[in-house]
């Protein structure tokens, strides 16, 4: 059986959000977590930095 394929680069840690917290904290995390800056980041969502 395979493992169905995550959005997610596989070398991503996944960050679990807190309950209310506002999505520019939890991509704050997500980005310590991951050690990536903004400008990295921009890229992999899409968004221009």
């Known amino acids: 059986m395979s ?4 959005p997610l ?3 991503l840690f996944q960050v679990t959000p ?3 917290e506002s999505f520019s ?3 704050g995390r ?3 977590a ?3 800056s903004s ?3 921009s890229p992999l ?3 221009r930095s």
């Open 30 to 32: 997500f980005r310590r």
């Open 34 to 36: 991951n050690c990536l």
């Open 18 to 20: 807190y309950l209310e």
């Open 9 to 11: 680069h596989p070398w």
């Open 25 to 27: 904290h939890f991509l």
């Open 3 to 6: 493992q169905p394929e995550s």
């Open 45 to 47: 969502l899409g968004q």
């Open 39 to 41: 400008a990295q980041l």
